[in-house]
């Protein structure tokens, strides 16, 4: 039997229709999301220190170098007595507890700080002669200032007020024995800073090489980058009378009045006249101005310490 045509057509488009009508239909795939956006923080100094700071050499044991190194005897007895005099003038937050600590000290243990003092006069006067004062001056400088460090100071606060509570409870012959001690001590507040301003110039590094910083880590000195160099090694002992630092005066030894008081400040040095300017040369180009400031972090000079003259 033969269906006419138009009718083969018909039923044709009506079975496509059918099997349209039950075919299950085709889910759209949403696109897919870029990927999160993760916000990316620059590293920023610990304590609220400069972002240009330089943290000191280090040994051979990988220990960093201070003023302080090698400190035995009377000699690390009175860098202990620098330190905590560092601390009963500027530890304001301890509401004159280390100036009542420090005085404490300065009456318990009185003959035993002067007896350390004239050693390392006696030392510095054999081994430098007319320049004793000076060299001697030059170190206690160093010492000073390494134990004023800003960022350090709450934990060195805290740390002074636990060694002085230990030392006035001394007698003579104990403190010396504990000086080595006392003075390791008191510098662990620095070192654990300097620890943590080490830790964040590695991941301030590490943060500029991810992200495409352009910024360079400018090295201590040269302006060299740290990308491409290592670390400096740590320097040699400055050389005998060629430290180049001016004298400071060392504060005073006597006893500090118990109740908070203003310090006042220090003299200003003397200067100098200054030099007559001699005229540019007209001809002469001028001067190089650099485009990016230069991080020229001041080192730590060291000095060798005299050993105790001969008896």
């Known amino acids: 039997m033969f269906l006419p045509r138009s009718l083969s057509s018909r039923l044709s488009l009506l079975a496509l229709m059918a099997l349209a009508a039950c075919a299950t239909p085709v889910k759209q795939v949403p696109p897919t999301p870029p990927p999160a956006v993760v916000p990316t923080v620059m590293p920023t100094p610990p304590r609220y220190s400069a972002p240009d700071m330089v943290p000191p050499d280090k040994d ?14 009377d000699q ?9 005099n560092v601390a009963a003038l500027a530890c304001t937050e301890t509401n004159g507890q280390t100036r009542i600590l420090y ?12 007896r350390a003092n004239d050693t390392l006069e006696a030392s510095y006067q054999q081994r430098y002669g007319s320049s004793a004062i000076r060299m001697r001056e030059v170190l206690n400088t160093l010492v000073y200032n390494f134990f004023a460090l800003p960022p350090a100071q709450k934990a060195f606060c805290q740390k002074a007020v636990a060694t002085m509570t230990i030392i006035n409870g001394l007698t003579p012959e104990a403190l010396a024995a504990y000086a080595p001690k006392a003075l390791d001590e008191l510098e662990q507040p620095f070192r654990d800073f300097w620890a943590e301003y080490e830790d964040y110039l590695r991941r301030l590094e590490e943060w500029r090489k991810r992200f495409g910083a352009t910024v360079k880590l400018v090295g201590p000195v040269g302006g060299d980058d740290l990308n491409d160099h290592e670390p400096p090694a740590p320097t040699a002992p400055a050389p005998m009378g060629q430290v180049p630092a001016t004298p400071m005066q060392r504060p005073s030894d006597m006893i500090l009045p118990d109740a908070p008081a203003s310090v006042p400040a220090p003299a200003a040095p003397a200067q100098s006249a200054p030099a007559p300017s001699v005229p540019a040369t007209p001809s002469a180009p001028p001067p190089v101005v650099p ?14 310490v005299p050993a105790p003259p001969e008896t």
């Open 291 to 304: 485009t990016q400031p230069q991080v020229q972090a001041p080192r730590l000079p060291l000095q060798p």
């Open 60 to 73: 051979e044991a990988g220990k960093f170098i201070t003023p302080n190194r090698d400190s035995q005897g």
């Open 103 to 114: 005085n404490q000290m300065l009456s318990v243990h009185g003959a035993s700080l002067k």
């Open 76 to 84: 690390a007895l009175w860098h202990v007595r620098m330190g905590l």
